[in-house]
């Protein structure tokens, strides 16, 4: 049976996140996740490619909680934060800094807070929209918004679910510098677990896999993976 530690437990082996032998099955009988095994040793930007149906999703939605695993193990040391390749579809209030509100521990003073908000605004290029209504940004706007409400709830694990399919290139690639500086940063790095099918991101990738019918392949250098793939890139993967 499943047997899932949230992530305020300890690693077992000092890996950010741990898989073993998770299966995870849907009510109409698809097998999503099929005796996966994988670990994310640390900080660094990680990246998973793999054809639709391949239990990409799936995966993001059992390391969140949001679903449970029917076999297997999980556990994950670090607080995860899921981010949807629409922005919409987790910006609720009408400003940048009261949709940040949502997202921070409340143990804190209201100074603390406007701190807090600040400077994520400023880590993801926001400096200063702190009133801007959100109707008023871009699509790559949103997308960093979303990506500091995971900022200022104090979450170590960015799970990234193509966050870039829904934006035009200038916008691509300011999301994922930022999100590569985040996870190289000499303090207090963190980790993303980033899914994509644009295979040119695989360049900027600490470590990727390929997600091969439910299970996970071992992990190999970006530039390394895309070249083995790369007869693929005229299409989705």
């Known amino acids: 049976m499943?047997?899932?530690?949230?992530?305020e437990e300890n690693k077992p082996d000092g890996s950010d996140l741990v898989l073993d032998k998770v299966s995870f099955s849907w009510p109409c009988g698809t097998k999503a996740l099929d005796n996966c095994s994988f670990s994310v040793p640390g900080p660094g930007l990680w990246m998973l490619v793999g054809s639709n149906?391949?239990?990409k999703s799936?995966?993001?939605?059992?390391?969140?909680?949001?679903?449970?695993?029917?076999h297997g193990h999980i556990c994950c040391k670090i607080k995860p934060a899921l981010m949807f390749q629409n922005p919409d579809h987790q910006l609720l209030?009408?400003?940048?800094g009261s949709?940040?509100?949502?997202?921070?521990p409340r143990d804190l003073t209201l100074d603390q807070r406007l701190k807090r908000i600040q400077l994520a605004l400023e880590q993801v290029g926001l400096g200063g929209m702190e009133s801007r209504p959100i109707h008023t940004l871009s699509g790559g706007q949103k997308q960093r918004l979303a990506?500091?409400?995971?900022?200022v709830s104090e979450a170590k694990l960015l799970l990234l679910d193509e966050p870039t399919a829904?934006?035009?290139p200038f916008s691509q690639g300011i999301v994922l510098k930022i999100v590569k500086e985040l996870c190289n940063r000499s303090h207090d790095p963190i980790t993303a677990?980033?899914?994509t099918h644009r295979l040119d991101e695989l360049n900027y990738a600490d470590g990727a896999a390929r997600m091969e019918r439910g299970r996970v392949t071992e992990w190999s250098a970006g530039h390394l993976l895309l070249k083995r793939i790369k007869p693929l890139a005229g299409r989705r993967v």
């Open 166 to 168: 829904l934006l035009d």
């Open 193 to 195: 677990l980033w899914i």
């Open 93 to 96: 209030l009408p400003t940048c």
């Open 53 to 55: 149906g391949s239990g």
């Open 99 to 104: 949709d940040l509100l949502l997202s921070l």
């Open 147 to 151: 990506l500091a409400g995971a900022l």
């Open 58 to 70: 799936t995966l993001f939605r059992l390391i969140s909680g949001m679903i449970t695993a029917q």
């Open 2 to 7: 499943e047997s899932y530690k949230p992530w």
